[in-house]
Every structure is written in structure tokens, then in C-alpha cells.
């Protein structure tokens, strides 16, 4: 269920998630809360750093759990600007955080309820999650990036066919 600060902190992750777009990442913010204080951040960022994990769930968790000093985060929430695909949603289940809430919802790779519900299955933890929590925003980021990357790889393609000598 939806508190009174979780607008707040998905205001944080989508802080994160346009940090991402500006260098060319997919706009996905995360932020891990504790009571009402942020314990870390993430953005994606597997273009820049070429590896395939570092969605920016797994960049919050990693840095949350160096910063407690521990891997079970059941005292923690974690807010993400896109309902968090089945690698994420398994770190979400084994890091056993209380609350995952999201943003836009991902019919292409969503694990709490788009695709498929990871969290129904019977593991040992079960979060409580919270979905479409501004989701209007944190869809527009989505769009908007791959909108303007296609409008980039149109123009990089005309202007190859203008001049094919370079």
C-alpha cells in the first residue's frame, strides 16, 4: 500500500533515473530507504561500464549493502522507476527487503506482475510491493529516451546516405 512518502522517494528515483538518461543509459533510477533516511542510490548503467548487471537496482542494493555492512536489508524499501525485471526481483526477494515499489510498469521483462509474478512463487520471503506509483512520469522518461534514440539513429542514417564517403 502506497504511504504518504512514497512520492517522495520515487520523486529521488526518477532524480536517479534522468542522471541515466543524460549519458545515454536507459532512464531507470532505484533509491533504498531506511525509516525515512535514503541509504543509497542507482541508475543504470551497463552501457557505460559494458556489463549486463548493473541495472540500477543492483547498483543501489551493492552500495546498501557496503554501506550497512550487511546483505539482508528486511528493514529497508526499495524504490525503482520501473517495475524490476526477474534478475532484479530476485535480488529484491534475496536481499529480502520489506516494500519494492515502482514506477511504470514493464510488459517486456516485468517480474512482479506484468510478465510474471515472482514474487507468488514459493520462496522464503515475500515483499510487499507497490505498483504504479507516478507512473505516468516514469513512463514519459522511458518514451522520451527511446523516442529521441530513434530519432538519432534516423538522422545518423540520412546523413550516411547523403554523404557515403564519410
Not at 529521488?12 to 538518461?21: C, L, N, V, Y
Request: hydrophobic share 40%; aromatic share 6%.
Amino acid at each position: 500500500m502506497q504511504n504518504k512518502d512514497d512520492l517522495y522517494f520515487m520523486k529521488k528515483a526518477i532524480t536517479a533515473a534522468k542522471r541515466a538518461s543524460r549519458v545515454g543509459e536507459v532512464p531507470v533510477g532505484a533509491v533504498i530507504v531506511k525509516g525515512t533516511e535514503i541509504i543509497s542510490g542507482g541508475r543504470n548503467m551497463r552501457e557505460l561500464d559494458k556489463n549486463s548487471l548493473l541495472h540500477a537496482e543492483i547498483v543501489a542494493i551493492n552500495r546498501a549493502c557496503k554501506k550497512l555492512g550487511r546483505w539482508r536489508l528486511s528493514d529497508c524499501d526499495l524504490y525503482v522507476t520501473l517495475e524490476p525485471c526477474p534478475m532484479c526481483t530476485g535480488a529484491a526477494i534475496n536481499t529480502r527487503f520489506r516494500r519494492v515499489i515502482f514506477g511504470a510498469y514493464d510488459n517486456k521483462a516485468g517480474s512482479l506482475g506484468s510478465v510474471i509474478n515472482l514474487n507468488e512463487l514459493g520462496y522464503n520471503h515475500k515483499l510487499e510491493v507497490v505498483g504504479g506509483v507516478m507512473k505516468d512520469e516514469c513512463a514519459a522518461l522511458l518514451s522520451d529516451f527511446f523516442k529521441q534514440l530513434r530519432n538519432r539513429i534516423i538522422k545518423h542514417k540520412e546523413v550516411q546516405y547523403e554523404n557515403p564517403m564519410g
